[in-house]
């Protein structure tokens, strides 16, 4: 099964102005001053950075810059979007904060391995099918100190933050609780993924981003693929069959392990649960 067996052509442009009239909409009701985001280097953030140049002015959007031990390249490709996209950056080193809480909290390793709780990492873990609870404890360091220092960032200069994740992403959970999914908006969380590399494309984001395999940046080596054990091309056609309710041509494999994901992944989507007094 193909992306092409299964989903109806969608008018890219049609549905960025959409989107763009849609972020406009959001920032003239919410008073703020800037648009503010997290840009990686990759083509999510590039792509919400520039529709969000698009609806409000490049001069109204803001991209934060947050290496951590990261690949220069990050800092590169990052700066090629915002160069594209005519929108002012800054750059916040987040390498020696993260090692320095890195190394606070080393006891609670020996904690963890002592408790032997085969249920620690179940929270976080969800589409992280290769780490171990060590390499995702740190690999979760990052983007929950990135969150902190958007908004951060987004409190000085009267901002709201803007969210890069996507559908294909959002639905198997790949995305850290608290980290890169504490946002004010979701501008793109109704695109899959392969909808997400035609409309960057489309409005323009270099084509050195689009080209670039995905990666989080969690570890030296890491890509998005290989280590949910999936393409997006096959995330994408496996999502949109479970969506249609039509899954007869889908792969077993692929569409148990989505399945799998969707409902380990559930929390991270719902609200969170409290109890309420009868």
Known sequence: ???????????????????????????????????????????????VCGLAARAVGSDKVLGVMMPSSSSPLDAELAADVAEAFGVETITVDLTDPTNALKSALTAT???????????????????HTGATANQLADANLKPRLRMTTVYYVANLCGG????????????IGYFT??????????????????EVREMARAIGVPETVIQRPPSAGLWEGQTDEGEIGLTYEELDATLIAIASGNTENSDPAALEKVQRLIAGSQHKRAPVPAFRRG
């Open 177 to 194: 609780k608290y980290g890169d999914g504490g946002v004010d908006l979701l501008p793109i969380v109704d695109m899959y993924k392969h």
């Open 1 to 47: 099964m193909t992306q092409t067996d299964t989903v109806q052509a969608v008018d890219i442009l049609s549905l960025a102005a959409g989107i763009e009239s849609w972020l406009l909409d959001q920032f003239e009701r919410s008073g703020a001053k800037r648009f503010v985001l997290a840009l990686s280097g990759g083509i999510d953030s590039a792509l």
């Open 160 to 171: 709201v933050v803007l969210g890069t994740g996507n559908k294909t992403e959002a639905m």
């Open 109 to 127: 390793r020996d904690v963890a391995a002592t408790a032997n709780n085969d249920d620690a990492t179940t929270l976080d873990t969800d589409a």
